[in-house]
Structure formats: C-alpha cells, structure tokens
C-alpha cells in the first residue's frame, strides 16, 4: 500500500484540487476512477476539464502508442513535423469563419496560465496599451500576471504585490446581481455600465490593451454569460479597436456544447486561448489570434516547453473523435438530462440556491436556506454545507469539485462522452448525498 499520509504531509499545501480526499487513485476508465481498495468513484471532476474523452479513452492510448512505436520525436521546440501540421490543420479546421483560413496559431507553455500570458503579451505588443480589462469572479491562472487579473480577491490579498494595471469589469451573474437589482436586469446593466466607462475619457481604462473574459466563469462558480451580453462586449470591443480575448481554457473544445464556447453567442473574438482539453489529457497550451495581431519580433514569446508531440498527437486524436463521433450532441443531450435532474432535485431542497452552467460545465450554488436574505431575497451561500454534501458524494463513490464564492458552487465537470446511464446514476448519489447532508 502507498503511504498516503507521507504524501500528504510532504505535498506542499499550496496546490488544492481535491487532495482532501483520502483516496490513492490506482486504474481509470472512462468516467470511473478505482483506489487501491477496490472501491470505485463517478469522477465528475475528470482533470479539470482537461480529460474530454475520460480517462484512458482507446484512441488516446492508441496515438500514445503509435508515437512510441514510430520512434516520432518527443520534442523537436519550433520545428515543423508532420504530427504538428496534422494537429494544427485539425484545429484550424474546428474554427469558426474569420479564423478558420487565416488565423495564427501559437504554441505556449504546458498550461493555460502560459498561454493566458503569452495573449496578454500579444495584445500588449499589437496595441501598445498597457492595461487590461478583466471581470469580477474571473479566474485565468497562478501566475502574477493572470492572478492580477483574478476577480476572486480574497484568494490573493496575502501576496504583497501583483502586477498592475487591471481593471475590473463587473461579470453579469444573474444569482447574485452585483447591482443588487432584479432577475433580469443583470445583463443590460453591466454591458451599459461598460460602455459608460469605455467613454468616459477620465476612466483611466480608455486605451486598454484589450479586454479578456471567459464566456462561462470556471472556477468562479460555473457562472454562465449572457449571450445578447456577450455580444455586446463583442461590439463595444469591436468598434474602439479594443483586442478581445476569449479564455476558453476551460470551456474549449466542447465543453459547453459548440466546439468554442463563444460560438453561441455567434461572435469571433480576436484572441482565443485554448489549453486543457486541447491536448487530450496531455500538457499543452495554444493561442489563437487574428493574423492582424502578429506583430511579435522572433523571440518576443519563447520558451522550452511549447508544444510537445505526445500532446500533439493526444489532441489530434480527442479533437477528430470529438468531430466524427458527434460528441457535441451527447454533450447538449447529457447537459438537458443534468438540468433536468438538478432542477427537479431544487424543488425538493431549497439548499439548492441556482442551478446553472453551460453544456457540461454545471454549477449548483448551495446556500443556507435559513441565512438572512440578502437585498435580492437570495440567502447566503454555504460553503460549509456544500462541502458537508461534497464529502457525502465521496463517500458514496462520486467526485464533484467545489469552487466560486466561498467554495459553495458544487461543479459538475464530467467527461464529454458520458453515457445517459452514467449520468443517471450521477445524478441518483448526488441526489441521496444532499438528502443525507441536509438531514
Ligand atoms: N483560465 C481558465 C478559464 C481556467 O479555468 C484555468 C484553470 N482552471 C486557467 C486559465 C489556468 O490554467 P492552468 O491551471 O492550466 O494554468
């Protein structure tokens, strides 16, 4: 048996995705992961995001192989091989028109973070503007220059100093309206609140270098976007040639149920951050902009890690399975039957404060029903509850992620080819696990 308790106690603290679970992961299939005990769990987590396939799907393993056998280089930096013209071709095609023929493709270092800071750096050195717009709630990575960005500013007031020059922009969540008006509303006002400041030439943010936001806010709490919003931003961006930059680190790649998730909002951003899911479980992060916007000296951007084959190859594999096999209507398909479960499980349970996300990325923001109401009659979020009904998942073979304002947000990030049977039974324990914390 490994020594767990060695591990923990030796791991540093500063990582958090879910180690309090007390279990050593031996095998995983699919969306199953097995301990070393045997006991098997729904992993509803699946790498954040970044397993689309689940785990060990056969054509990953299979490309693995294939580059293994034909002794294909690991890492060959910026040169071109034949693997990577195939990836890159496979991506480019995936786009959206306006992208699709002529956009540039950059590969950056093996996170999204990386990649999030080379577009930072892009836009920067297109437009020559220094600050950036960002949103309350937004999360793009740990680095200084993506956590300056972070709306959550709780989680970096112990760091002395970050990097300047961020403004915040308030993101349209409709549970907890930052202007503290009705349902409804939400959306309007912030898109006129941002045109506002954009014209006001005392704003200090007149000239920023660009603006970057995630359709869907991840690790703030699965907080979807509205689409007329976004269209907005889109146009308010558009019409003062300001670079927008969409971070869909976490919601690329048929997470949401379009291949991008700002597909449904029918916009083209000029900058698009991919990472996760794009390398099929492997470490890899890629940029995507207007050629407009390739204004970069050689080596304003290097770095040793940038693109490596094995991730190559896994990307071109889940990216082809993701288009022959039609996973993007299992995706829509399995997001109806989570809604639907989600939503009948709220009516029985008013812990259940908002169920809400995007394809499969869902979010259930649990509250305190008893807690005073705040100015919108909404009660205040348990982050103690939902880690009471996180912990009642484990125990009965399910793993969610907690996340957004005060760790209430139970996520639901599962695998894109999960079965309708599979979903089912997620939805059963999830289900008797709120009976049981709630009790
Ligand atoms: N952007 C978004 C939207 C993310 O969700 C994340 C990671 N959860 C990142 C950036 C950072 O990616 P990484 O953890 O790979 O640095």
Redo the contacts with the bound molecule.
């Keep these: 048996q490994p020594d767990l308790q060695w591990q923990s106690e030796r791991e540093s603290n500063a990582r958090s995705y879910p180690r309090r679970f007390p279990l050593v992961i031996h095998q995983a299939k699919g969306i199953k992961i097995t301990d070393t005990d045997g006991k098997t769990y729904y992993d509803c987590l699946a790498g ?3 397993l689309a396939l689940g785990h060990n799907p056969d054509v990953v393993t299979a490309a693995i192989e294939d580059v293994l056998r034909r002794q294909i280089p690991l890492h060959t930096l910026d040169l071109a091989t034949p693997l990577k013209l195939e990836f890159m071709q496979e991506l480019a095609s995936l786009l959206p028109e306006g992208l699709r023929d002529t956009a540039k493709i950059q590969f950056c270092g ?7 800071e080379a577009a930072v750096k892009l836009v920067k050195t297109a437009t020559g503007g220094r600050s950036i717009l960002a949103f309350s709630g ?6 200084q220059a ?1 956590m300056a960005m972070g709306g959550n500013l709780g989680k970096k007031q112990h760091m002395q100093s970050l990097l300047p020059d961020v403004h915040f922009l308030p993101f349209p969540y409709e549970y907890r309206c930052p202007f503290g008006v009705g349902e409804g509303q939400t959306a309007a006002i912030s898109a006129q609140y941002i045109e506002n400041l954009l014209d006001d030439c005392e704003s200090g943010i007149a000239a920023p270098c660009g603006l970057i936001v ?1 359709t869907v ?3 703030g709490g699965a907080v979807p976007a509205d689409l007329e919003w976004l269209r907005q931003v889109r146009r308010m961006t558009a019409e003062r040639g300001i670079p927008l930059i969409v ?5 690329g790649i048929g997470r949401t149920g379009a291949m991008f998730s700002f597909e449904h909002a029918g916009i083209v951003p000029d900058v698009i ?1 991919c ?2 899911a794009v390398g099929g479980g492997l ?1 890899m ?1 890629v940029v995507i902009y207007k050629a407009e916007l390739d204004r970069w000296q050689p080596g304003a951007h290097t770095g040793t890690f940038r693109g490596n084959q094995l991730g190559m190859a896994t990307g071109l594999a889940t990216l082809r399975y993701i288009r022959e096999h039609d996973v993007l209507g299992n995706v829509n398909a399995r997001s109806a039957q989570f809604f639907e479960g989600l939503r009948r499980l709220q009516k029985r349970h008013p812990a259940l404060g908002d169920v809400r996300g995007r394809g499969l990325m869902i979010g259930v923001e649990i509250v305190d029903a008893f807690g005073r109401p705040d100015r919108l009659g909404r009660p205040p979020a348990s982050g103690e509850l939902a880690s009471r009904i996180q912990a009642a998942c484990f125990r009965r073979g399910l793993i969610v992620e907690s996340g957004g304002r005060h760790s209430a947000v139970l996520r639901f990030l599962p695998p894109l080819t999960i079965s309708e049977r599979e979903t089912a039974e997620v939805l059963a324990i999830f289900g008797q696990a709120v009976d049981e914390a709630v009790a």
């Design positions: 954040a995001g970044t093996p996170t999204g973070a990386d990649g999030v937004a999360y793009h990575g740990s680095t993506t995630e806010q991840g690790e971070d869909e680190v976490q919601t951050v990472s996760k470490p992060s």
